[in-house]
């Protein structure tokens, strides 16, 4: 399994790869709620390893509750996709980032809930502390950025419910589905292994359509 050193060549070949990328953003129909949510590469449990932070939902949350998530939510009035993600990272788990911490932004992603998820990409420096906030979090994870190149990994599955097949990672911690999935396999694919490689087409299961 591949692994990634956590020092300041990754980031700078994820900050490379990203300014690359031919990002796609969705135009505001009206249709969907704008939301950002931020993937944080952080030091992993293991020193100098990459690892990236995962979340629990509490499953007292009305919308998706309980259910696997990257630190996110709904824009503001007035706000950009970038100063949302990092709004919701220090909400949900106290950590403080400034806009210096970004790396770039990977593409728009429509949810079957309503919302139209921008990813941002976002680098922690060393010796973080994650405080989840117990209203929206019931647990957060360092998970080794290795761990997204599992062999089988992703699955690609079919359903009857949809003409598209869902996408799922199969991580320590559980198997995890779209949306969150699919943000992670393009951050696989376009930072992590500089292939542009697009996800809007993986279909979410239906538990996460409401």
């Known amino acids: ?55 629990k939902r509490t499953p007292r949350l009305r919308a998706h509750g309980g259910q696997w998530a990257l630190p996110g939510g709904r824009l503001d009035p007035g706000e950009t996709v970038e100063q949302a993600a990092l709004r919701e990272l220090e909400e949900e788990l106290g950590v403080a980032a400034a806009s210096a911490d970004i790396l770039g932004t990977l593409d728009d992603y429509p949810t079957r809930s309503g919302y139209l998820i921008a990813p941002v990409v976002v680098w922690i420096p060393y010796g973080v502390e994650v405080t989840p906030n117990p209203a929206e979090v019931a647990a957060a994870y360092r998970i ?29 911690v559980a198997t995890v589905n779209a949306p969150t999935a699919a943000v992670l396999y393009q951050f696989r694919e376009v930072a992590l292994a500089g292939r542009d490689t697009r996800v809007d087409h993986f279909e979410q299961p239906v538990f996460a359509w409401r």
């Open 144 to 172: 080794r950025c290795a761990e997204l190149f599992r062999e089988g990994s992703p699955e690609i599955v079919a359903i009857e419910e949809s003409d598209r097949p869902i996408i799922r990672l199969p991580l320590p």
């Open 1 to 55: 399994m591949t692994r990634f050193r956590f020092d300041t060549a990754l980031r700078e070949e994820i900050v490379g790869r990203l300014g690359r990328f031919d990002r796609r953003q969705q135009e505001d129909s009206g249709d969907l709620k704008r939301a950002a949510v931020a993937v944080v590469v952080v030091e992993a449990e293991t020193p100098g390893e990459a690892a990236f932070l995962l979340t």
